[in-house]
């Protein structure tokens, strides 16, 4: 009987062994995907900053308004049938200013004209739409925004952003996480692609091994680290969007919340402490609080106040922009 006991006793931690063996092989050959050997690197800097006042000065005006007519941003949204009420706010608010604005929905909306991408999986979501850009668009826009209804974008910030950018370059920006050995952006405060990177991607996007559609059998990334890791194969790495000043300019919370933090910090610098004067997203805004934004940013005026920007960002043709 003691026999017995021990040879089931080995048996078991064979197949204990065996099966412990089996998933660290498996562990193994997912991380593959974030080992760096493999994949080509450009560069070493992971921050980008806005152009200074003064290098903006120092163009002549025929190159300032040459600039600023060949950045053309298409914004990609995506939108579920629950998100109604921030799809209509997206609509008649900031979503003007793209250049073009495309809808991309998880099914069939009767109230809202969108492009149907025939699933809710927001990782397949984003990879449709990219697909959907880069296959119809991708000689007449330069760059690629992509954001959920609950961000809002002030567009001319960040084509103000993009004034000393090179789109044929493989730029992949935001508001930057760090999860292990992994950059990516936070979709939740927008992503921004150039040309170039779009481009990329879609070499990439037939890969099951570098980007899988479907992800891992054990455990399945979020869209964000799916996209990160997918363009990190091809050599493009994630960017945090900075100020000159090294302000975040792609915020994951709305403003209420950055001043209410700025208070809690730096009570005697709440405005200083908060936020960019060039900041290009605010997340995590209601309906109502879009049009509040819109407000502030769009309508408000100081009477008899001239601006004098050093550069005009006139709104896309046929636009009713704001």
């Known amino acids: 009987m003691k026999m017995v006991s021990e040879v089931g006793a080995f048996l078991k931690g064979m197949m204990l062994g065996?099966?412990?063996?089996?998933?660290?092989?498996?562990i193994g050959n997912y991380n593959t995907r974030y080992e760096t050997k493999e994949m080509p690197h450009i560069h070493h800097?992971?921050?980008?900053?806005?152009?200074?006042?003064?290098?903006?000065?120092?163009?002549?005006?025929?190159?300032?308004?040459q600039l600023t007519q060949?950045?053309?941003?298409?914004?990609?949204?995506?939108?579920k049938p629950k998100n109604l009420g921030h799809w209509a706010a997206v609509r008649e608010s900031w979503s003007k200013h793209c250049d073009k604005a495309g809808y991309f929905s998880s099914e069939?909306?009767?109230?809202?004209?969108?492009?149907?991408?025939?699933?809710?999986?927001?990782?397949?979501?984003?990879?449709?739409?990219?697909?959907?850009?880069?296959?119809?668009?991708?000689?007449?826009?330069?760059?690629?925004?992509?954001?959920?209804?609950?961000?809002?974008?002030?567009?001319?910030?960040?084509?103000?952003?993009?004034?000393?950018?090179?789109?044929?370059?493989?730029f992949y920006f935001g508001h930057t996480v760090v999860s292990g050995e992994?950059?990516?952006?936070?979709?939740?405060?927008?992503?921004?692609?150039?040309?170039?990177?779009?481009?990329?991607?879609?070499?990439?996007?037939?890969?099951?091994?570098?980007?899988p559609e479907k992800g891992s059998m054990l455990w399945k990334l979020s869209a964000d680290k799916e996209l990160a890791v997918c363009l990190k194969y091809t050599g493009v790495l994630a960017e945090n969007a900075e100020d000159s000043e090294g302000k975040e300019l792609f915020n994951t919370k709305p403003v209420a919340n950055l001043v209410q933090d700025a208070m809690s910090k730096k009570p005697t610098e709440v405005v200083e402490g908060c936020c960019s004067d060039v900041a290009i997203t605010f997340s995590?805004?209601?309906?109502?609080?879009?049009?509040?934004?819109?407000?502030g940013v769009y309508r408000l005026r100081a009477y008899g106040h001239s601006f004098t920007d050093a550069l005009l960002f006139l709104p896309p043709e046929g636009s009713d922009n704001d």
């Open 18 to 26: 065996g099966f412990f063996c089996a998933l660290v092989t498996l």
């Open 70 to 79: 060949n950045i053309r941003v298409y914004c990609i949204i995506l939108v």
């Open 284 to 295: 995590g805004l209601n309906p109502n609080h879009m049009h509040v934004m819109m407000y």
């Open 45 to 65: 800097h992971h921050h980008i900053h806005a152009p200074k006042r003064e290098e903006i000065l120092s163009l002549s005006r025929t190159k300032r308004l």
């Open 108 to 170: 069939d909306v009767k109230v809202f004209e969108s492009i149907n991408l025939g699933t809710s999986d927001m990782w397949v979501m984003m990879r449709k739409a990219f697909k959907y850009a880069y296959e119809n668009y991708k000689d007449d826009y330069s760059w690629f925004l992509v954001v959920q209804p609950t961000t809002f974008a002030i567009i001319e910030n960040l084509k103000y952003f993009l004034l000393n950018k090179d789109p044929k370059q493989p």
């Open 182 to 211: 992994l950059q990516y952006v936070e979709s939740e405060a927008g992503v921004v692609l150039s040309s170039a990177a779009l481009n990329r991607l879609m070499s990439v996007f037939d890969d099951p091994v570098k980007c």
